[in-house]
RNA sequence: CGGGGUGUGGCGCAGCCUGGUAGCGCGCCUGGUUUGGGACCAGGAGGCCGGCGGUUCAAAUCCGCCCGCCCCGACCA
């Protein structure tokens, strides 16, 4: 029904993925690079991931971290103290042989997380339990070599958070986790209006050297699922394989208990897959590196002056005005292009609100106010639009998280039987709740069968007695399957 | 790594079969007219046709080798 208005960019529903990498190109998000799996984070891109990446900088200060950095390269014996950690990551690490001119007597890994070399470090650092929690977060960049990249969905080096963490006790380290993970979904669900599902990974997902893996997924337009951020619990493992001990209140030795947890910029990919359209990008105001795009209309001098003067008084009108994320964000184009460019370039680019001020809304002091999630139209008083502009992006934000929420119920299923499952996930893919015995071989043939697989064991699913799809075996509740990203 | 496709101004493509030294649309630059859903006219800039070798008087075009990229099959924030 929008299709009328898009040149430059597929229909969404007929081929999501070309779809998706024509916004992030044509919107200016991000750009291939010569490295091949490697890109560019554009301006518009690079907004939009500062936006989330401050929010949720703050949460992490609030909650009592500091920002530290850790070195880029992890010697190879670090990396493989801790031996399922290897295994998980071998893989996917590159690693630097050679500098200065000569091969090096040990390879450094390019950092694939910072575990490693983090718990090697901080064992200096600890020696008493006066010395805990230390509380630590780095925001830097890791290398995973992937051989399928997508821009900002999964390309070889990303940008991202690490936070990591330790206790002295058990307790301490499972309550860091779920704050961790409360983090990403106040940042997914209050900031980028993406709903999230909290829960627990299985065996076969959690990260490697975790003793388990809490995680939040989210539901994009084409019905698949995402992760958008992870909580580790890691025990001692990392503790142990690294010798940090503490003398504890009981005069005896211990090997404290650590967390790490992480959040990237894929959260920019689910962003453009959870709300996008087929004019292009929607973003949730808070996001949005504009808020509202003034596009000035007229057909002569007088008329553009006329319309210069209204613009003029709303600078003054617009300079104190707050939004739920900080000063309102605005622009105005001025460009010598048409009127009807410049209202598909800034809906392509996902501006949630378009204020076109021509000389017949001069004349009768207004403005028209134009909303890109469904182009809905509303004239304004010009002298009211400073004072209507907060409500109306919050009503947005609001509303954008509303219609992802209903989305998601809409095709989230449940269902018995395995012959079910495989229909429902053919015929409309999604979220399907369906009981699972707890076995990996059930979970592996499932995976291997129909592409899905187990998102996560959700925190917030009634117990529910049932038998698992493949062996029949008692289920206890039922678990979140769904094809993924 | 196995199967399929493709490489020609910034982008998208035609030309290749039937060899004769390159064309279209968009974009870009200049000037003018325009501006309430992607404006129009005129002029202009820009290409060792992926690379190397061969055939030929002559190769974007025919032949061989190599390289890059895209899509599909085993892992991942």
Known sequence: MTMEYVKEIPSKAEAFSDWYTAVCLRAELADYSPVRGMMVIRPYGYAIWESMRDELDRYIKRTGHSNVYFPLFVPRSLLEKEAEHVEGFNPQVAWVTHAGGEELAEWLAIRPTSEAIIAEVVKGWIQSYRDLPLLMNLWNNVVRWELRTRLFL????????????????????????????????????????????????????????????????????????????????????????????????????KNPYGTSWGFSTRMVGATIMAHGDDAGLVLPPNVAPHQVVVVPIFRDDEGRAAVAGAIERLEGAFAGVQTASGPLRWKVDWREESPGFKYNHWELRGVPYRLEIGPRDVAAGQAVLVRRSDRAKEALPLDALAAELPGHLAAYQAGLFQRALDFRAANTH???????????????????????????????????????????????SPDEAGTCLVDGRPSERRVLFARAY
């Open 154 to 253: 999964r390309t070889a080096e990303f940008l991202w958070q690490e936070a990591h963490t330790f206790h002295a006790t058990e307790q301490e380290a499972a309550d860091e986790v779920a704050l961790g993970l409360e983090g990403y979904r106040s940042v997914a669900e209050d900031w980028l209006a993406i709903p999230v599902i909290r829960g627990r990974k299985s065996r076969a997902e959690t990260f490697p050297g975790a003793v388990y893996t809490d995680a939040v997924e989210a539901m994009m337009r084409d019905r698949r699922a995402l992760q958008a951020g992870t909580s580790h619990m890691l025990g001692q493992n990392f503790a142990r394989s690294a010798g940090i001990e503490f003398l504890d209140r009981d005069n005896l030795r």
């Open 414 to 460: 449940h269902v018995d039987t395995y012959a079910d499952f495989k229909h429902v996930l053919d015929e409309d893919g999604g979220f399907l709740m369906a009981p699972w015995c707890g076995g990996d071989e059930c979970e592996k043939e499932i995976n291997a069968d129909t592409g899905a697989t187990i998102r996560l064991v959700p925190f917030d």
